[in-house]
């Protein structure tokens, strides 16, 4: 993605203000500021005396910025734009190949890149044609070899650069990737570091030392590996270039052999990597999920390792190992919403452990051969290390999510008691004694996919001892109780089947039996529009806000909807109607959506459904985590508000009563029917 966008920028004509706009652009996009990015691409391409240079810059700026963002389709459109000229066609067939890739099309990835490779050659850029290449090694699960060779091919008739120095980098860590090929790529980092150290290009020597560094690591070579670490830092900070630094001080702690030593190498990695984390996307290759690999490991095995190193008695290490994952769960909130103010708390915010008295907040942290669970009772912090590694663990609640949405068995049961004895049953001593009877839990992982209120003790479901909340980090925004004398209810839904969905037949009755609850302003149906939703939200102070509509929340944000009757009303543009009243004095209080989904086993969509209060500007959700039979939804509504309205009542013990009001009914007593429904965020 990066050479596309210095590609965009070295394509700019002489016209001074459009210039200026796709610079402003590209580091818009560098920044990571991939909405604001989108919209000056966009003014670019809506000016009508853009020169055809000029537009092309713009496709192609666009189409990868999009490319970043999810939204597949439109990105799709936008770099098939930019390939029609021929100063960006190779470029856009880089990226046209990453998203083929993304969707399982690997032969018209193929296709694609080859083609970039190609044009790209033909037109006398060695460089580019190298980098589609190694784009295909990455992308393409089978034959990097081939690819790779011709990527070292290309790269021997590129001119010497800071480009042809990453290039030979990538190029090393696609060899690395074949686990028989690393002398060649020990071979591709030499020759990055010694064209660096020529060039004069520190931070280009930083990436090559630092991974050969990585390479040597990974054949227990530990002495060359710490030379090429220290190297690679040295190289860095004499760049100022951070994006690289935290690597290398991640790789250092690794390395280390003193704790002492490990620990403050870890902090630093850490401290960098909070700086720069927004703009690490610009410099991703395409089709490298930069989050995962290069962003939630440092923060995780930092954690990891000041578990390991806790000392009973000293709460120290609990504290900041949680406040560690606190941070990577912010940079992944942003990282799914592709905007780095999502996880920006409110001033008022307060860690959650101390917001109300017999609350448990339990935090797990899944690692690679245990799981730990850090618990907050009052002031006190305890930790429980649970032998069942991170694959076993993910197995069974991947299992448990199947099985639960099987209505006409109770196979789901075996996994129910074993996903209670790993997360609940050694703390039940505890939460008894100190009279607990709401659990918050911060999940982690897989654990977001599933509802916690369905695991069972062999009596009886975690519901019916404890209202269970889910939160996506320890602090919550300006949490207090709904102010029920002010409490003033938008109600939106659609019964008809549109667009392809099926009827919700109970939408109606639904919407009816809640408008006596609170009063209400109803859009049913045809009523129900993107645009009569932003007039009722501009217009009026609504604190509770009610949406029974199909809606899906997915792995990739931009693609998640609600089903309007005109059409799909996406989360940005949900976000945005909501936030309309954030600042009032009664924000929304509550945003629930009744008739939601995800996919099953998609960590990405669950997280994506735990931070739509969030990034809403809401200070509570309630969402279903599966579509539900809308009768049973219907029935649980109506005895959710009916609780909520009783004053001294959270909304938590509001939901666990309507739940138990399901689980005493035997045609709703299996928990496909109540447990799909999930309030997250402020539960008071």
């Not at 994952?325 to 959650?352: G, N, T, W």
């Not at 099926?502 to 009063?519: D, G, K």
């Not at 993107?530 to 609504?542: D, M, V």
């Amino acid at each position: 993605m990066r050479t596309a966008l210095i590609l965009a920028a070295a394509l700019l004509a002489a016209a001074p203000t459009r210039a200026a706009t796709l610079q402003q652009a590209e580091a818009q996009a560098r920044q990571g500021f991939l909405t604001r990015a989108a919209e000056e691409y966009r003014a670019v391409l809506a000016d009508p005396s853009v020169s055809d240079r000029e537009r092309a810059a713009a496709h192609l700026g666009l189409g990868n910025t999009l490319l970043r963002t999810g939204a597949r389709a439109e990105a799709r459109q936008t770099l098939d734009a930019a390939a029609r000229f021929a100063d960006t066609r190779a470029a856009a067939l880089i990226g046209l190949g990453v998203l083929e890739g993304a969707e399982g099309r690997t032969g018209d990835a193929r296709i694609r890149f080859t083609t970039a490779m190609d044009t790209a050659a033909a037109a006398g850029q060695p460089l580019t044609a190298a980098q589609a290449a190694i784009n295909a090694a990455r992308t393409l699960s089978d034959g990097a070899r081939p690819w790779l060779e011709r990527a070292s091919s290309h790269l021997d008739k590129a001119p010497d650069g800071p480009g042809a120095v990453l290039a030979r980098v990538a190029l090393g860590r696609g060899w690395a990737r074949l686990p028989d090929s690393l002398p060649a790529a020990r071979a591709a980092y030499a020759h990055a570091a010694a064209l660096a150290e020529r060039l004069g290009d520190r931070r280009g020597e930083s990436f090559a030392w630092g991974y050969m560094g990585q390479l040597y690591e990974h054949t227990g070579q530990r002495a060359e590996a710490q030379e090429l670490t220290r190297r690679a830092i040295a190289a860095a900070v004499a760049a100022d270039a951070p994006d690289s630094l935290y690597l290398w001080h991640w790789q250092a702690g690794r390395l280390a052999t003193g704790e002492a030593e490990a620990a403050a190498a870890f902090e630093r990695a850490v401290t960098v990597l909070d700086g720069v984390r927004a703009d690490l996307t610009a410099d991703a290759p395409g089709g490298e999920d930069v989050f995962r690999d290069r962003v939630e490991p440092v923060y995780r095995g930092y954690a990891d390792r000041l578990l390991r190193t806790a000392r009973p008695g000293d709460p120290a290490p609990l504290i900041r190992a949680r406040a560690v994952m606190e941070q990577m769960k912010a940079a992944e909130l942003e990282d799914y919403f592709k905007d780095d103010c999502v996880a920006a708390l409110d001033s008022r915010s307060r860690p959650i452990d101390r917001v109300a008295e017999r609350t448990a907040a339990l935090y797990p942290i899944l690692l690679p051969d245990r799981l730990e669970m850090l618990v907050s009772i009052g002031d006190g912090i305890r930790r429980v290390t649970v032998p069942v590694n991170r694959r076993t663990l993910t197995n069974a609640v991947d299992d448990f999510r199947r099985l639960l949405e099987k209505r006409s068995t109770h196979q789901y049961m075996d996994r129910a008691r074993e996903l209670y004895g790993w997360l609940i049953r050694p703390l039940e001593a505890d939460l008894a004694a100190a009279g607990i009877d709401t659990l918050v839990i911060v999940p982690d992982g897989p654990l977001r996919t599933i509802p916690l209120a369905a695991l069972h003790d062999g009596t009886g479901f975690l519901a019916a001892r404890y209202a269970v909340t889910v939160a996506p980090g320890l602090t919550l925004t300006d949490p207090r109780p709904l102010a029920r004398d002010r409490a003033g209810m938008l109600l939106a839904g659609v019964s008809d089947g549109v667009q392809g969905y099926a009827p919700l037949p109970h939408v109606e009755e639904e919407t009816e039996r809640l408008s006596r609850l609170f009063p209400a302003r109803v859009l049913l149906n045809g009523d129900f529009t993107a645009a009569r939703l932003a007039g009722e939200l501009r217009r009026t102070p609504y604190n509770l806000v009610h949406i029974a509509s199909h809606g899906e929340v997915r792995g990739e944000h931009a693609q998640s909807f609600l089903l309007t009757h005109d059409g799909r009303l996406t989360l940005d543009r949900l976000e945005a109607l909501v936030r309309l009243g954030r600042f009032r004095p009664d924000p929304v209080e509550l945003l629930v959506l009744s008739a939601c989904q995800t996919a099953a086993g998609d960590e990405r969509a669950a997280l994506g459904l735990a931070g739509v209060a969030i990034k809403a500007g809401a200070r509570s959700a309630l969402a279903s985590l599966w579509s539900v039979s809308d009768e049973a939804s219907a029935q649980l509504m109506e005895d959710f508000y009916a609780h909520l309205r009783t004053e001294g009542l959270s909304k938590a013990e509001a939901l666990r009563r309507a739940q138990a009001a399901l689980i005493a009914n035997p045609r709703y007593r299996h928990p496909f029917y109540w447990s799909a429904f999930v309030l997250i965020g402020n539960w008071l």
